[in-house]
């Protein structure tokens, strides 16, 4: 647990993922993050061990936004955060007497972030969705064109929040210098589509326009012996195709230049794929990052956390103690934030 952060108190209102996925890279980075849940519990908490990576270290407290007493308590939290964060649909906040004028109006320095699927505004913002329709309408499902399918992962949802904490963090930076707070409208399908962006790495020809993508040898899933794989990073680098193709046996194969193995990407993919497949996933990789290959084994969750320790934030810090784990449903009912009120905007510039 970093102190990077230390004094930012974050009014956490969100459920799911996203929102709470942001929150806790705050509060990795320090901050005193209050994550207030609803009746029953964020609905992640029937998914223990993904509750407890993205709540780890904060602490709960239950409220029915639709109770005046309640609203009334997590509006007086909301007056004293640095941050809010919230994710429920455009509208719902203002209907609850909780949006971000409201706030603003005694909390003038904070930063108030909604997340939502297509934004504040505009003729999607009641469309309701969750990670995959967001991918699917930003066109990372199938960036090229072609048979879409599932993602293993819910990228739209981890994109988001991490793109969250990132707005949320340059706009402390900039309350400091300014003194004034910011509203975030952070929609889930813009940080997609900006992922997949506005132009293909497909090679383009005058006059006729864009040409069909060149399959690059070398790059890509390669299935081995029994069920593993392996992922392969060769691009046009020639000294990773030659140690690729010493290494399996294709030495004849190993000067030929980038522009050509392009023009015969299928062809010497199948002499790849057929060499691969006699070959064990492990063993393989160990010989491969011998002959300065980039390679690595395609790891399960399980096979992931197994092979190496990975931290909790993904920026490697020099911390502190460890964070707590999640809290358990409305454990610190009654409580405030912990931390004093951070800085004053000057003083957060002051060395």
């Known amino acids: 647990m970093s102190s990077l952060l230390a004094g930012v108190r974050v009014l956490d209102l969100s459920i799911w993922r996203p929102g709470p996925y942001a929150t806790s890279l705050l509060c990795a980075l320090g901050a005193d993050v209050m994550k207030v849940e609803p009746p029953g519990g964020d609905p992640m908490r029937h998914y223990t061990e993904l509750f407890e990576g993205v709540n780890a270290g904060k602490r709960s407290l239950v409220l029915n936004l639709k109770d005046p ?18 994710g429920f649909r455009p509208g719902v906040m203002e209907r609850l007497g909780l949006d971000e004028p409201v706030v603003r ?10 997340i939502s699927g297509y934004g504040q505004h505009g003729e999607l913002a009641q469309v309701p969705g969750h990670d995959v329709n967001y991918q699917a309408r930003a066109g990372a499902l199938a960036p090229e064109g072609g048979t879409a399918t599932m993602p293993p992962l819910p990228v739209a949802d981890l994109a988001s929040g991490m793109a969250a904490a990132f707005g ?29 962006g ?20 070398g790059y890509g899933l390669f299935a081995t012996r029994g069920e593993g794989q392996v992922a392969l990073g060769v691009v046009s680098e020639q000294h990773f195709w030659t140690g690729l193709c010493h290494e399996l046996g294709l030495s004849e194969l190993a000067d030929l230049p980038f522009e050509e193995r392009t023009g015969r990407g299928a062809e010497l993919n199948d002499a790849i794929t057929a060499s691969i497949a006699g070959r064990e996933r492990d063993e393989l990789v160990a010989a491969l990052l011998h002959a300065g290959v980039p390679v690595a084994p395609v790891f399960d969750r399980v096979s992931m956390v197994a092979s190496a320790p990975f931290p909790p934030f993904p920026i490697r810090l020099a911390t502190g103690p460890a964070l707590p784990g999640a809290p358990a449903l409305d454990e610190h009912r009654g409580q405030r934030f912990l931390q004093p009120k951070s800085p004053s905007p000057s003083a957060l510039l002051e060395p």
């Open 168 to 196: 949320i963090c340059a706009a402390l930076l900039g309350r400091g210098q300014s003194g004034a707070g910011t509203y975030l409208d952070l929609s889930m399908t813009d940080v997609m589509a900006t992922w997949t």
């Open 69 to 86: 007493r309640d609203r009334a308590q997590a509006m007086e939290l909301a007056h004293q955060a640095d941050v809010v964060v919230e």
């Open 105 to 114: 109006a005694a909390n003038p320095g904070v930063v108030y972030c909604s």
């Open 198 to 217: 506005a132009a293909s790495a497909t090679p383009v020809t005058a006059p006729t326009g864009r040409v069909a993508p060149k399959k690059v040898p």
